[in-house]
């Protein structure tokens, strides 16, 4: 369902490759571990899948969409069933909080009070009821990671991507992240996630993807 044939990454022409000659496959409803050195090409392979920037090179297929051959018109559709927590968080700030969770099934077009239900929910769960009507800039770096991951995970996407979601938490914290994650593939999503936390890998064994200097290591 994810598939990345010979895909080569450059930021600009004349740039070193972020990544070179990627191939590899996530299955449909697989649960993946990223992991490499930083500047690996975790998030540049992240990128790809959800659809920040397009291959310089090769074939990358996501979620039955040819991404390299598609028109730009074609993306959104497909972007919004892919939900994504960024290393940086990217949080709107002139939302509060549970605005900021509602957004996904807004676009989705779902109906106000369910939102707001299904949002309420999600926050309750990663332990920030108290803080719903709050800005993100009021909040700490591991409660605006929270946010990004219960707006990632709202509207139940299809492709679930996390870049390194545990980095700002407690070790408690991190693994109801975690916890959360793996419900998520249990109710059918296909996770990928980029994540320096060895002890955490090896706390919830699963498939793991290598990336060294932008090649493939090994994915076993
Ligand atoms: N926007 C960008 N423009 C130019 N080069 C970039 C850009 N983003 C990443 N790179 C380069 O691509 C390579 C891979 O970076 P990437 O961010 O994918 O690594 P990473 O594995 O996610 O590292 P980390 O563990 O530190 O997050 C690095 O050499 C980096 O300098
Ligand atoms: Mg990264």
């Excluded at 299955?27 to 690996?40: D, V």
């Excluded at 993306?75 to 949080?91: A, E, H, K, S």
């Excluded at 390194?164 to 992240?177: F, G, H, M």
Aim: aromatic share 4%; net charge positive; hydrophobic share 45%.
């Amino acid at each position: 369902m994810v598939r990345l044939e010979d895909v080569t990454l450059r930021y600009r022409p004349d740039a070193a490759a972020a990544l070179a000659g990627l191939t590899c496959a996530f299955p449909a409803g697989g649960f993946t571990w990223l992991m490499g050195p930083s500047g690996a090409g975790k998030s540049s392979l992240l990128k790809l899948l959800h659809l920040a920037v397009r291959p310089s090179a090769g074939r990358l297929d996501v979620l039955g969409t040819a991404v390299h051959a598609a028109r730009r018109q074609d993306l959104p559709g497909l972007r919004r069933r892919i939900g994504v927590v960024f290393q940086d968080f990217r949080l709107l700030p002139h939302l509060d909080v549970l605005e900021n969770v509602a957004l996904p099934l807004r676009i989705a077009g779902r109906g106000e009070k369910q939102l707001l239900a299904d949002a309420t929910e999600m926050l309750r769960w990663v332990g920030l009821g108290d803080l719903m009507r709050a800005r993100p800039e009021a909040l700490s770096g591991g409660e605006q990671q929270r946010v990004a991951l219960a707006r990632a995970v709202v509207a139940r996407p299809a492709l679930l991507l996390a870049d390194e979601p545990t980095s700002n938490l407690d070790e408690q914290q991190a693994r109801r992240v975690v916890a959360l994650l793996r419900e998520m593939h249990r109710l059918g999503s296909t996770v990928i996630i980029a994540t320096h936390n060895e002890a955490l890998t090896q706390e919830h064994p699963a498939a793991t993807l290598r990336l060294a200097g932008g090649r493939l290591v090994s994915h076993g």
